[in-house]
Nanobody, 124 residues
Framework: QVQLVESGGGVVQAGGSLTLSCTASGRPFGLLTMAWGRQAPGKEREIVAG????????HYSDSVKGRFTISRDGDKKTVSLQMNSLKPEDTAIYYCASSLLSGASATPRDIDSWGQGTQVTVYS
């Protein structure tokens, strides 16, 4: 089992930026596809960004493409999500996620482990 701990959520005005970070432990980090998911009230959890085990492939949902950037640091065993040009519709709980078998385009069904989540609120 992988343990994932997120940090960096908060409240920001529309158009602003936030960076989320996640530290992984419990399994060799280099084996894991890492991802960020989010869940807004009354909506299903969705994956917004994924990155392959070697960092060579990334995938983004259409709703965040061009605004969010996912990256990973193998030495620090961390994955980050840089979020720019934030919109009120980005408001959600954001979850760090990992998968042993899936690639960067992982879906929620492919995820093995989820973090506890961090709240991101964007106001207009």
């Amino acid at each position: 089992q992988v343990q994932l701990v997120e940090s960096g959520g908060g409240v920001v005005q529309a158009g602003g930026s936030l960076t989320l970070s996640c530290t992984a432990s419990g399994r060799p980090f280099g084996l894991l596809t890492m991802a960020w998911g989010r869940q807004a009230p009354g909506k299903e959890r969705e994956i917004v960004a994924g990155i392959s085990w070697d960092g060579g492939t990334t995938h983004y949902s259409d709703s965040v493409k061009g605004r969010f950037t996912i990256s990973r640091d193998g030495d620090k065993k961390t994955v980050s999500l840089q979020m720019n040009s934030l919109k009120p519709e980005d408001t959600a709980i954001y979850y760090c996620a990992s998968s042993l078998l899936s690639g960067a385009s992982a879906t929620p069904r492919d995820i093995d482990s989820w973090g506890q989540g961090t709240q991101v609120t964007v106001y207009s």
